[in-house]
């Protein structure tokens, strides 16, 4: 009858997670975790608006918050509080959030490793630029390092000047060529093109075909602007001189596209500021006409553009090296 009896010691205490349950319990995590969700609430986290994030992603408003409560769900706890159109991190979003940007951060790095030589250098640079960066030099840099080093591959995106200074401070890409007038740590900068900015209009409007035309004759007129065209942004020094001038125009048409600022003002929306060098041929062939001053504007220079935090791989050592070199040759 003793070896009957059930010692029921061992089942008195509550069973107790083990270092290999709690290991089984990261990688089960690891592999039902949907990876676009983190992209999501990475957006989400640095714009700290829904509006805007689903705009960068391209999606619907109610996309992104069933997004949220998907990854949240699967995480188990709460990311973001809601306070009207904007939200806040809790404690535990931002710690997702510094663990999520590492570990793109990682990623957008990955790159198969270099030869020896440089004739054999073997990677992939992820370049993020404004549009109209217009440079002969840098063009003929970008047929040199091709012809130099055929087998990195070179990926190109065009951002608007805000959006880009963001992916750069998000680690998501190798470089950046694009507006940054202060110093914006992490990111470090280079300068490469100096631009200068000049008042246009279009053949439609009246002042194209006006012989006298001053300043003070354009204070009043319709303007078309850029809209991220505010103070503190990438195009400041334009909303100063607008300001120190009184220029009072109503704002007639605005785009976060150089190309659709360009359009509208050709079509006669109203005078407009735009890179002088960038749009040359179009002043030259009679679609642009520059406006006084005479001398421009104001600066708003293009600079080379890398995060400090991120460490470069041989091929981004290399394009970032050859890049300046060739704008620092006279």
Same mark, same amino acid.
């Given at each position: 009858?003793?070896?009957?009896?059930?010692?029921?010691?061992?089942?008195?205490?509550?069973?107790?997670?083990?270092?290999?349950?709690?290991?089984?319990?990261?990688?089960?995590?690891?592999?039902?975790?949907?990876?676009?969700?983190?992209?999501?609430?990475?957006?989400?986290?640095?714009?700290?608006?829904?509006?805007?994030?689903?705009?960068?992603?391209?999606?619907?408003?109610?996309?992104?918050?069933?997004?949220?409560?998907?990854?949240?769900?699967?995480?188990?706890?709460?990311?973001?509080?809601?306070?009207?159109?904007?939200?806040?991190?809790?404690?535990?979003?931002?710690?997702?959030?510094?663990?999520?940007?590492?570990?793109?951060?990682?990623?957008?790095?990955?790159?198969?490793?270099?030869?020896?030589?440089?004739?054999?250098?073997?990677?992939?640079?992820?370049?993020?630029?404004?549009?109209?960066?217009?440079?002969?030099?840098?063009?003929?840099?970008?047929?040199?390092?091709?012809?130099?080093?055929?087998?990195?591959?070179?990926?190109?995106?065009?951002?608007?000047?805000?959006?880009?200074?963001?992916?750069?401070?998000?680690?998501?890409?190798?470089?950046?060529?694009?507006?940054?007038?202060?110093?914006?740590?992490?990111?470090?900068?280079?300068?490469?093109?100096?631009?200068?900015?000049?008042?246009?209009?279009?053949?439609?409007? =009246?002042?194209?075909?006006? @012989? #006298? +035309? *001053? &300043?003070?004759? !354009?204070?009043?007129?319709?303007?078309?602007?850029?809209?991220?065209?505010?103070?503190?942004?990438?195009?400041?020094?334009?909303?100063?001189?607008?300001?120190?001038?009184?220029?009072?125009?109503?704002?007639?048409?605005?785009?976060?596209?150089?190309?659709?600022?360009?359009?509208?003002?050709?079509?006669?929306?109203?005078?407009?500021?735009?890179?002088?060098?960038?749009?040359?041929?179009?002043?030259?062939?009679?679609?642009?006409?520059?406006?006084? =001053?005479?001398?421009?504007? @104001? #600066? +708003? *220079? &293009?600079?080379? !553009?890398?995060?400090?935090?991120?460490?470069?791989?041989?091929?981004?050592?290399?394009?970032?090296?050859?890049?300046?070199?060739?704008?620092?040759?006279?």
């Amino acid at each position: 009858m003793a070896n009957n009896k059930v010692n029921t010691d061992m089942h008195d205490a509550p069973d107790q997670p083990t270092s290999a349950s709690c290991e089984h319990g990261k990688r089960a995590l690891a592999a039902r975790l949907d990876w676009n969700l983190i992209r999501t609430f990475v957006v989400v986290a640095d714009e700290l608006n829904l509006s805007r994030a689903a705009e960068r992603l391209f999606v619907t408003q109610p996309a992104v918050s069933q997004a949220l409560k998907r990854l949240q769900s699967q995480l188990g706890y709460t990311l973001v509080q809601r306070r009207g159109p904007q939200i806040a991190l809790t404690a535990a979003g931002e710690e997702v959030h510094r663990i999520a940007r590492g570990v793109f951060a990682d990623v957008s790095s990955l790159e198969m490793p270099a030869g020896d030589s440089l004739d054999q250098v073997v990677g992939r640079v992820k370049l993020l630029t404004v549009s109209r960066m217009h440079s002969r030099r840098y063009n003929e840099f970008l047929a040199d390092f091709h012809r130099r080093y055929p087998r990195v591959e070179l990926e190109i995106e065009v951002l608007r000047g805000h959006d880009l200074l963001l992916a750069m401070r998000q680690n998501t890409a190798s470089f950046g060529i694009g507006l940054c007038r202060v110093d914006t740590p992490p990111i470090e900068r280079r300068l490469i093109v100096p631009q200068r900015y000049a008042l246009f209009c279009g053949p439609p409007h =009246p002042l194209y075909d006006r @012989a #006298d +035309v *001053d &300043i003070a004759r !354009l204070l009043h007129e319709d303007l078309v602007t850029f809209t991220g065209d505010y103070l503190g942004d990438t195009l400041s020094p334009l909303t100063l001189f607008r300001e120190h001038h009184g220029f009072r125009g109503r704002l007639a048409a605005s785009s976060s596209n150089l190309e659709e600022v360009c359009r509208l003002i050709m079509c006669g929306y109203g005078i407009g500021f735009l890179p002088e060098g960038a749009f040359r041929r179009e002043t030259e062939n009679g679609m642009l006409r520059k406006l006084p =001053p005479e001398e421009g504007l @104001a #600066d +708003v *220079d &293009i600079h080379l !553009l890398w995060n400090s935090q991120r460490p470069l791989r041989a091929a981004e050592t290399v394009f970032r090296d050859e890049l300046l070199a060739a704008f620092d040759r006279p």
